[in-house]
């Protein structure tokens, strides 16, 4: 069939929608007709090489939409079922096997390798491929290839087109908190980076019932969207003295739990240094590789911890779901987040999220 896709041709490129042929799903795949994709940093960082993927590629991780077509072997959806699309395991290592896709062993390869296990593509731009399947997915087009694992079914009540960021943003936002973290009622958590992880982490925090939640970042908007997510204190992430004004917030305690959601390896150290005696700091923003960040050796003595965390050590066909019914609830509004935008407006979306415009932009696709 022929569909219509954001090509990045080279690395720094800008995106050029373009007709492409794609094939059809095969005995483990997933036909979807997108509704609505969300940008992502990590689409933009990977459109400008931060991760080597093969071009030219279609990015787009933050799928949603409704199922066309499926495989002889998918029995998880059916045609018309309203789905969310997350990112891509294997489903038989050791991780994959206890709860923990997110750390599978061939993670790499099915979420930025942008082929079929068996080496094969999607996508041909006349006699030529165009590299898919990325996060399993490729959304920005207007139909998707995904593998099974990747394709979460959600209420068909919930407004569709906007439910795409759970597939990432949101799903890592919030489950670093509820899940990878475990942040307990009454505890103190102080969030780096008020972008959609940020905010989501935020909202997160107030579902878990943290009683301080200070978040940390540049944009005045956006600190602006946290205090009315629930953020209690807010701070200049350019202060000269953002760990003093954060020890001051906690009452010098320090905090339980920090989050790093900007890659900054400045920010990581202030995250470090703001906790308290046995407290965590969950590591999630993506930094380019060989970045290295400088840590006083003796405050970790003290029971301080360092965790990394991917997606949220979420499990995306239990959390989606679960996040999806917060949000019916009223108690996730990760929607006051999104600035909607046309397909064809990618470039400007994109633009926008880079410039610190909007939190989260979502491309819309016509019916």
């Given at each position: 069939m022929l569909i219509r896709a954001a090509v990045i041709d080279a690395p720094n490129n800008a995106f050029i929608i373009q007709e492409l042929a794609l094939e059809p799903p095969g005995p483990g795949e997933v036909l979807v007709r997108m509704a609505g994709t969300g940008v992502?940093?990590?689409?933009?960082?990977?459109?400008?090489?931060?991760?080597?993927?093969?071009?030219?590629?279609?990015?787009?991780?933050?799928?949603?939409?409704?199922?066309?077509?499926?495989g002889s072997e998918v029995t998880e959806v059916t045609?018309?079922?309203?789905?969310?699309?997350?990112?891509?395991?294997?489903?038989?290592?050791?991780?994959?096997?206890?709860?923990?896709?997110a750390y599978c062993a061939e993670f790499l390869t099915h979420n930025f390798g942008c082929d079929r296990p068996d080496g094969s593509v999607s996508l041909r731009r006349g006699p030529s491929r165009v590299n898919g399947f990325f996060f399993g997915q490729s959304s920005f087009a207007t139909h998707a290839l995904a593998p099974r694992r990747s394709v979460v079914k959600v209420p068909a009540d919930l407004p569709l087109?906007?439910?795409?960021?759970?597939?990432?943003?949101?799903?890592?936002?919030?489950?670093?908190?509820?899940?990878?973290?475990?942040?307990?009622a009454g505890s103190r958590i102080a969030v780096f980076g008020s972008g959609s992880v940020g905010c989501s982490a935020v909202m997160a925090a107030v579902v878990a019932g943290c009683s301080t939640i200070a978040v940390v970042g540049r944009n005045k908007h956006r600190l602006r969207l946290a205090e009315e997510l629930g953020a209690t204190?807010?701070?200049?992430?350019?202060?000269?003295?953002?760990?003093e004004s954060l020890r001051s917030i906690s009452g010098g305690m320090g905090f339980d739990y920090s989050i790093e959601a900007t890659g900054d390896p400045g920010l990581l150290r202030a995250a470090v240094d703001v906790l308290h005696t046995r407290g965590t700091c969950g590591v999630i923003g993506a930094a380019r590789p060989g970045i290295?960040?400088?840590?006083?050796?003796?405050?970790?003595?003290?029971?301080?911890?360092?965790?990394?965390?991917?997606?949220?050590?979420?499990?995306?066909?239990?959390?989606?779901?679960?996040?999806?019914?917060?949000?019916?609830?009223?108690?996730?509004?990760?929607?006051?987040?999104?600035?909607?935008?046309?397909?064809?407006?990618?470039?400007?979306?994109?633009?926008?999220?880079?410039?610190?415009?909007?939190?989260?932009?979502?491309?819309?696709?016509?019916?």
């Open positions: 992502c940093h990590s689409d933009l960082i990977v459109r400008d090489a931060w991760y080597p993927v093969p071009f030219p590629v279609v990015l787009g991780h933050e799928g949603a939409g409704v199922v066309e077509a499926v045609p018309g079922d309203h789905v969310v699309l997350s990112f891509d395991s294997c489903g038989s290592c050791t991780r994959c096997r206890t709860g923990a896709p087109a906007l439910m795409g960021p759970l597939g990432c943003g949101v799903q890592t936002g919030t489950c670093a908190v509820l899940k990878a973290l475990r942040c307990e204190h807010v701070a200049d992430a350019g202060s000269a003295n953002v760990t290295e960040v400088a840590l006083e050796m003796s405050r970790l003595m003290f029971g301080r911890r360092l965790q990394g965390i991917v997606e949220g050590d979420s499990v995306p066909q239990v959390d989606i779901p679960l996040l999806a019914g917060l949000h019916q609830k009223g108690l996730l509004p990760f929607d006051r987040m999104i600035t909607t935008y046309p397909f064809e407006a990618i470039n400007e979306a994109a633009q926008d999220a880079t410039a610190g415009k909007c939190v989260k932009p979502v491309l819309l696709f016509q019916e």
